[in-house]
């Protein structure tokens, strides 16, 4: 059985609501048929007070066994490095994060806020707010660049804001069963089962992004149009399985008509590429997106985009409903 804490940080605990709404495997599902004994979460502990106290105290001090440590939520340093604007039983959270994730044999970070800061570190960062071991896409965090677990594992990074609940439970799975050590990691330490991919993958709009057909207003779920070109969607930029494992087994942001806002991403929310214009795409050359798909070049895709719009067929400029 592997014994699991979660704590909260800087957070507005939206991924806890989001993983206790996993469906494959659920939260229960975790306990009850893979053996995952949780210690304490905010919203599933029973313990309080002392009693909480103790397994906090026992997990740090290694005279309770900790396999896997998730925290969920930024690593808040203010004031001045003391971490005093976040006290949780009776002391800085930061010196918890520190202690506990020395004793685990597992780190795993939870969101945005836990992988890299997320919205309380975007600048000016009065929080001094840090993910576990990123800022943003720099290198290092809270933890440092070096920081391994007890078995000499990085952080796993599971981003999101919030992360989709299955993401949450299927790694916490592979985890608890002993398979931690065989999960391939991209260069910002997510798992590739699930970030290998971009959010456009599987999006139903991709034959208007071929041809750079826009759509003219937001929540056209059934209607034509890409919403990359006018309306700023990070699908071609984002990596997420966000349209192959579908939110409420149902739908996605682009399927209901609204751009994906890239929250998977370190940059995520994008405040310092486009201040105050977060659905509107920066462009240049008339046209021609400032931020473009990953591997492509301005010069090639000006013609590519083009080439497209001249070839593309009528029914891919006319309004269309699905029924």
Known sequence: MASLLWLQGGACSGNTMSFLNAEEPTAVDLVTDFGIDVLWHPSLGMELGDQAKKIFWDCAKGEKPLDIFVF?????????????????????????????????????????????GGIPATAPNPSES???????????????????????????????????????????????????????LDDLQRPSTFFKTFTQTGCTRNQYFEYKQS????????????????????????????NRILWNRQSSKTRAGMPCTGCTEPEFPFHDLAPGTVFKTQKISGAIPKELPEGSDHLTYSALAATARIAAPKWSKEDMFVV
């Open 72 to 116: 969920e939520g930024s690593v808040i340093q203010a004031p001045n490095g003391t971490g005093r604007y976040n006290m949780f039983a009776d002391r800085p959270m930061m010196d918890w994060v520190k202690e506990l994730a020395s004793q685990a044999q597992i780190v795993v970070a939870i969101g945005d806020c836990a992988c890299w």
């Open 215 to 242: 759509t003219t207003s937001f929540g056209e779920g059934t209607r034509h149009g890409c919403l990359f070109y006018e309306f700023g969607c990070r699908g071609p930029m984002t990596h997420s399985p966000c």
């Open 130 to 184: 840090t993910g576990l071991q990123y800022l943003k896409r720099n290198h290092g965090g809270f933890l440092g660049a070096n920081f391994k677990s007890k078995m000499g594992l990085p952080v796993l990074n599971i981003p999101g804001c919030p992360a989709h609940p299955d993401w949450v439970t299927q790694i916490l799975v592979a985890v608890a069963s002993g398979r931690a050590g065989d999960l391939s």
